[in-house]
T-cell receptor, first 116, second 111 residues
Framework: DVKVTQSSRYLVKRTGEKVFLECVQDMDHENMFWYRQDPGLGLRLIYFSYDVKMKEKGDIPEGYSVSREKKERFSLILESASTNQTSMYLC???????????????FGPGTRLLVL | GIQVEQSPPDLILQEGANSTLRCNFSDSVNNLQWFHQNPWGQLINLFYIPSGTKQNGRLSATTVATERYSLLYISSSQTTDSGVYFCAVNAGGTSYGKLTFGQGTILTVHP
């Protein structure tokens, strides 16, 4: 079974703190994704990575950065947390390619972040 | 970019009832997936269905790519079906698999 894990289920931080969210997958997937989920908005893509050290901006990258030093690990960084970054953060991974098994995304359990 | 709209936004059912969830998308897609998010936040892939029909137990899905919509059918609903159902699509030509999600349908099944 594919396993995607996230470092924390719940996190409380203060405004201005630097926040690290970590995601690890064990299926040797090339692609990894960070989404945020807010009520009524669905999931929105923040950043994704298609290889080690490679990254691309998603739809809402402002205020975030990412790091992928190893294939299995993808980190989301909030350089200076703000209250509008209070949200549910979800990590996902997949293979590269166009077949069903390659395009299917597998999600971690999510991190609920509260910024005070 | 591509737009994805799901309906209805909320759905309340009695156990045993059937339901149909709809997903409309604004452009041709090469990847469409349905997900279920349980009350604890975990998203599980239900179907990969860019076209055609698939069935898995009480759930089935149909995508009519030429008319740009997909339907998810839930028959004989159970309380464990509660949660949020998302449709997500990829219209790009790359192998990265970037998905655009709809806003979701919140399903509540009462015993």
């Amino acid at each position: 079974d594919v396993k995607v894990t996230q470092s924390s289920r719940y996190l409380v931080k203060r405004t201005g703190e630097k926040v690290f969210l970590e995601c690890v997958q064990d299926m040797d997937h090339e692609n990894m994704f960070w989404y945020r989920q807010d009520p009524g908005l669905g999931l929105r893509l923040i950043y994704f990575s298609y290889d080690v050290k490679m990254k691309e901006k998603g739809d809402i990258p402002e205020g975030y950065s990412v790091s992928r030093e190893k294939k299995e690990r993808f980190s989301l960084i909030l350089e200076s947390a703000s209250t509008n970054q209070t949200s549910m953060y979800l990590c996902a991974s997949s293979f590269s390619g166009f077949r069903e098994y390659q395009e299917t995304q597998y999600f971690g359990p999510g991190t609920r972040l509260l910024v005070l | 970019g591509i737009q994805v709209e799901q309906s209805p936004p909320d759905l309340i059912l009695q156990e045993g009832a059937n339901s149909t969830l709809r997903c409309n998308f604004s452009d041709s897609v090469n990847n469409l997936q349905w997900f279920h998010q349980n009350p604890w936040g975990q998203l599980i892939n239900l179907f990969y269905i860019p076209s055609g029909t698939k069935q898995n137990g009480r759930l089935s899905a149909t995508t009519v790519a030429t008319e740009r919509y997909s339907l998810l059918y839930i028959s004989s609903s159970q309380t464990t079906d509660s949660g949020v159902y998302f449709c997500a699509v990829n219209a790009g030509g790359t192998s990265y698999g970037k998905l655009t999600f709809g806003q979701g349908t919140i399903l509540t099944v009462h015993p």
